[in-house]
Nanobody
Framework: QAHLMESGGGSVQPGGSLRLSCTASEYSLNANCLGWFRQVAGKEREGVATINVGHQTQYADSVKGRFTISRSMEKNQVYLQMNSLKPEDTARYYC?????????????????????WGQGTQVTVSS
């Protein structure tokens, strides 16, 4: 079974930046739609950003202009560049992928659109 692995989380002061990365072991992500979600303990998981095979993207309103999702077909990775971080961005961030059933050209920042999930990486924004 494919495993997604996130990295790049950590603690940062408000206004700072972090870059999250996600890759899959022995599984190609290149035909899939990829996304980033986040969850605060006790709250529902929310969509942050998604990207399809054509590099079209969609963002949550709360991160537009601050976060950028991108992907590398060569490295089989997806990234989330997070700038101007705020305390309310503190959460566990999860990488997600659709199942490989042909090229994914849809855009849907919805949890049930994605079939594969990583274990998450913690992002804490605090002074």
């Amino acid at each position: 079974q494919a495993h997604l692995m996130e990295s790049g989380g950590g603690s940062v002061q408000p206004g700072g930046s972090l870059r999250l990365s996600c890759t899959a072991s022995e599984y190609s992500l290149n035909a899939n739609c990829l996304g980033w979600f986040r969850q605060v303990a006790g709250k529902e998981r929310e969509g942050v950003a998604t990207i399809n095979v054509g590099h079209q993207t969609q963002y949550a309103d709360s991160v537009k202009g601050r976060f950028t999702i991108s992907r590398s077909m060569e490295k089989n990775q997806v990234y989330l560049q997070m700038n101007s971080l705020k305390p309310e961005d503190t959460a566990r961030y999860y990488c997600a992928s659709t199942a490989t059933t042909g090229e994914c050209w849809y855009i849907a920042l919805k949890e049930n659109f994605f079939a594969l999930w990583g274990q998450g990486t913690q992002v804490t924004v605090s002074s």
